[in-house]
């Protein structure tokens, strides 16, 4: 969280996707399985804060796709739904 907000910008590219796509893998793989939204609450919204963060440093210019990306992501499952 205290990373994103004050080293982001001095990140090379190529780290600052890296970084992006493992915590949005991360928060749909915890928020597919059945169950987790509630055994890991804390953790997914440590979780969702942090992309949070990422998205005010990335969005719109490096990061186009973000509302795209979000609509997609919630018709997968209902969990993941009731994440986004």
Known sequence: DDAIQLRW?????????????YIVQKIISVSTVEGALKQQALFLNKL???LI????????????????DLVSSSQKSEQLCENN
């Open 9 to 21: 910008n001095i990140m090379p590219p190529v780290q600052r996707s890296g970084i992006r796509n």
């Open 48 to 50: 969702n804060l942090v």
């Open 53 to 68: 963060q990422i998205v005010k440093k990335e969005w719109p210019h490096n990061w186009p796709s973000f509302i795209t």
